[in-house]
């Protein structure tokens, strides 16, 4: 399934956030974890999609950005950030592999075209494109089924 959307506000990206973490509630847990690529523009969104998203599964901690912190995790839900990072072998170091293999687990991985080798086959995307000061389009794709 690919969704496009333009939102005018953060405040409708935040919604869509939480929408998108509905749909995974509906379709989750399977066999292994849920994992979410966020890719795009510097200030295209990302962090605030995912604002949205963790309100949508009912996780109250604050997602903050900009981060120094690559991991953080809040009960089931992973934030990776890899901004910082070189690539996939940074992110293996800090134990993907283990995180992405638990069914209970939400893993989103912001910038993850810059690990995309390691991101699985079936990992739903979501793209940012910064038009301008307030628009922004956003591309969802989930996997069918999902
Ligand atoms: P990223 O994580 O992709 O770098 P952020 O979510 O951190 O982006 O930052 C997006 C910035 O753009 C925020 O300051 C936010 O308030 C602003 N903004 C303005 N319009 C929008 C919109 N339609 N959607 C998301 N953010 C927007
Ligand atoms: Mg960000």
């Known amino acids: 399934m690919k969704k496009e959307y333009l939102t005018i506000s953060p405040r409708q990206t ?8 509905k ?7 399977g066999k292994k974890a849920f994992v979410l690529g966020l890719e795009g523009d510097l200030g295209g969104g990302k962090t605030t999609f995912l604002q949205g998203f963790a309100k949508g ?11 120094f912190i690559i ?12 901004y910082r990072l070189q690539g996939p072998k940074d992110l293996l170091g800090l134990g993907f592999k283990k995180i992405i293999a638990d069914p209970k687990n939400i893993v989103v991985v912001e910038w993850a075209d810059r690990v995309k080798k390691i991101m699985p086959q079936d990992a739903a995307w979501v793209t940012f494109k910064f038009i301008n000061r307030n628009k922004r ?10």
Not at 14 to 21: D, N, S, T
Not at 23 to 29: F, K
Not at 137 to 146: C, E, M, S
């Open 14 to 21: 935040k919604k869509l956030g939480v929408l998108a973490a």
């Open 23 to 29: 749909e995974v509630l509906r379709s989750h847990p």
């Open 57 to 67: 599964l009912g996780v109250k901690s604050r997602i903050l950005s900009p981060t």
């Open 71 to 82: 991991i953080r995790r809040m009960n089931h839900l992973y934030h990776l950030d890899c």
């Open 137 to 146: 389009r956003i591309v969802i794709r989930l996997k069918d089924g999902k």
